[in-house]
């Protein structure tokens, strides 16, 4: 039994249905122009439900950390790479990556600035050099870092992204050679050392490196493959009973982390326990999922659909939900038929993009551009 290609990506497709829902309902400011109906539940505990789906983050870090881990063993299965080896890791995987943004964010800047004008007033307002330089800074998935403007404020994920790909090597390394308890420690303190000597964020917010506790967590799994031993283990010979026993078991724990996490939450004290809010749960997620969900026949497949889109959807929402369709979408009224418009859209253009992409010799631009990057770096070993 392994956690597998297609359970990541069904895990995927539930995180980004998570995120949906978060975006469009994890506060009254979302939607208070429009008339939402939450039958038959109550406003006030949607928007909770809906804040706490901020563990969506943490659930793809996790499985970014899980899925590197695997791609670094194919250079060495004891994560000790090469200079050249971490060069070729580092430059294909950031571009594969930014590839697919990169088409993205120039459709979006193209249909933004016919519909809406958006571009102008988000780039060019302080002059045009300035506008040149913060739209050079937001297609290098960096405005988060650089704290300048960006087309789509979601795409802040873009830093976090390629924060991950720089760090998992070391990680991998540090955990191979002093063990995963040291490097869990690491990446506990180590970033709350840098934001109390740094501050990251010009408004004091959260900052990205309070991540790295989730991919370090996804590196772990993989290797020591604690998701599928998990799954794998039996409280009772019978097979059937067991997995009773650790769905009403696990199901309570979930209840109480997701009590936990809106207490902390409501009492502002989260920023202070995110190893726990935003990595821990959202790994216990996953897992839960993994155990109970994802294995499900017919549903696995819907979900692991959603999920091979999950990239181009988290990139496209936004745009949907906000800044072209939202008086269309918010006028389907009820909460879960407005977060299901959402993805259905947001699902529908990724299937034409993809598509156009594969026709039009996107693919092949994209494959051979990586094949020119290969053999460059190929040719400096030499």
């Keep these: 039994m392994k956690f597998d290609k297609n359970d990541t990506l069904a895990v995927k497709g539930i995180a980004i249905m998570l995120m949906i829902q978060h975006h469009g309902f994890l506060s009254t400011d979302r939607f208070d122009k429009y008339d939402v109906l939450f039958t038959p539940f109550s406003q006030s505990f949607i928007v909770t439900l809906s804040s706490f789906m901020k563990i969506c983050v943490g659930m793809y870090v996790f499985l970014s950390g899980y899925g590197l881990a695997i791609s670094l063993k194919k250079y060495s299965p004891e994560y000790k790479l090469q200079k050249k080896q971490y060069e070729d890791y580092l430059f294909r995987r950031s571009f594969k990556l930014m590839a697919g943004f990169w088409l993205i964010y120039v459709l979006a800047f193209i249909i933004n600035l016919i519909y809406n004008q958006r571009p102008i007033s988000i780039y060019f307002s302080k002059g045009i050099a300035r506008g040149v330089y913060d739209m050079l800074i937001d297609m290098s998935g960096l405005a988060y870092l650089f704290r300048t403007p960006t087309l789509c404020g979601t795409w802040w994920y873009m830093t976090l992204a390629l924060f991950i790909i720089i760090f998992l090597p070391f990680a991998a390394r540090m955990m191979k050679k002093y063990g995963p308890a040291l490097l869990l420690l690491f990446v506990v303190f180590v970033p709350r050392i840098v934001s109390f000597c740094v501050q990251l964020e010009a408004d004091n917010k959260t900052n990205i490196t309070h991540w790295f506790f989730a991919a370090a967590l996804g590196l772990v799994c993989a290797e020591y493959d604690l998701l599928a031993r998990a799954k794998a283990f039996t409280i ?21 982390l997701y009590f936990v996490r809106v207490m902390l939450t409501k009492s502002g004290r989260s920023e ?39 990239m181009n959807i988290f990139l496209l929402h936004t745009f949907v939900r906000l800044y072209i369709l939202a008086d269309f979408v918010y006028s389907f009224r009820h909460f879960a038929l407005v977060s299901l418009v959402v993805l259905a859209i947001s699902l529908a253009i990724s ?8 026709y039009l010799g996107f693919n092949r631009l994209v494959s051979f551009v990586d094949g020119k990057i290969a053999k460059s770096l190929e040719k400096a070993k030499s």
Aim: charged letters at 20%.
């Design 236 to 256: 009772t010979k019978n097979r059937i009973i067991s997995k009773l026993i650790k769905f009403v078991v696990l199901t309570g724990v979930l209840a109480g």
């Design 272 to 310: 202070a326990a995110y190893e726990l809010t935003d990595n821990i749960i959202p790994a216990y997620v996953i897992y839960y999922c993994y155990e109970f969900i994802t294995g499900i026949p017919v549903l696995r497949q819907i979900l692991a659909f959603i999920g091979k889109h999950s």
């Design 351 to 358: 299937v034409l993009l993809e598509l156009g992409k594969k």
